[in-house]
């Protein structure tokens, strides 16, 4: 099972207009970080934020770290037809094969 | 700055067939990681070297392995091909400290079919 669930699983919204998605996850974590994958660019990092972190920020980015919740999330301010694509968490699992595991993704769609 | 580059980006073949897949990583980056990724099952990870080890191992059988070269360049193989194997798969290069604690960066990965 995944390790990072993100919900929800498909977001639909105006240009303009903020998207908030979020991650939940099992076990504890040294990081967790979100990536972004359209058929343009493939698969790309947007932020690594650590589990003694709270909050970070890059450009139109937020992430919120609770690790007493287990949970993470992205918020993307005044989104634009460009941010259309599917946002993924990733965190590592507990244990010694330790490797990142990936949510299903949450797909959004920005509507000019 | 070259950024990782996977050949081929598609290739089909027939069940029990083998194929090696190549990426080359970006340069000063030792650490390559391989993913699949399919519709349903989403990203999955497979393998990931650092200096030609194998520094972990993802939950795939015997059939997939990979290496890694002194120049950090990696393959992974896939023999005896099966049609669940049909997939996109990534790989992805980061420094050092490897997937769990950098910023990886991705190839535009190889499509298999597998007829």
């Known amino acids: 099972s995944q390790q990072g669930e993100e919900d929800p699983q498909a977001l639909s919204i105006q240009e303009g207009e903020n998207a908030t998605m979020n991650c939940s996850y099992k076990t504890s974590i040294n990081n967790l970080q979100w990536y972004r994958q359209n058929s343009g660019r493939g698969l790309v990092h947007l932020i690594l934020i650590r589990s003694n972190e709270r909050e970070k920020h890059s450009g139109r980015l937020r992430v919120t770290l609770d690790t007493s919740k287990k949970s993470s999330s992205l918020l993307i301010t005044a989104s634009r037809a460009a941010d259309t694509a599917s946002y993924f968490c990733a965190t590592s699992n507990a244990g010694n094969n330790r490797k990142l595991i990936w949510g299903l993704g949450t797909s959004l769609a920005v509507n000019p | 700055k070259a950024g990782v580059t996977q050949t081929p980006r598609y290739l089909i073949k027939t069940r029990g067939q083998q194929v090696t897949l190549s990426c080359s990583p970006i340069?000063?980056?030792?650490?390559v990681s391989w993913y699949q990724q399919t519709p349903g099952q989403g990203l999955q990870f497979l393998f990931e070297y650092f200096s030609e080890t194998q520094r972990n191992k993802g939950n795939f059988p015997g059939r997939f392995s990979g290496r890694q070269f002194s120049n950090s360049r990696s393959e992974m193989n896939v023999s005896t091909l099966e049609l669940g194997d049909s997939a996109l798969y990534l790989c992805?290069?980061?420094w050092g400290g490897g997937s769990l604690y950098n910023e990886q960066f991705f190839g535009p990965g190889t499509r298999l079919t597998v007829l």
């Open positions: 340069s000063g980056h030792r650490s």
């Open positions: 992805a290069s980061s």
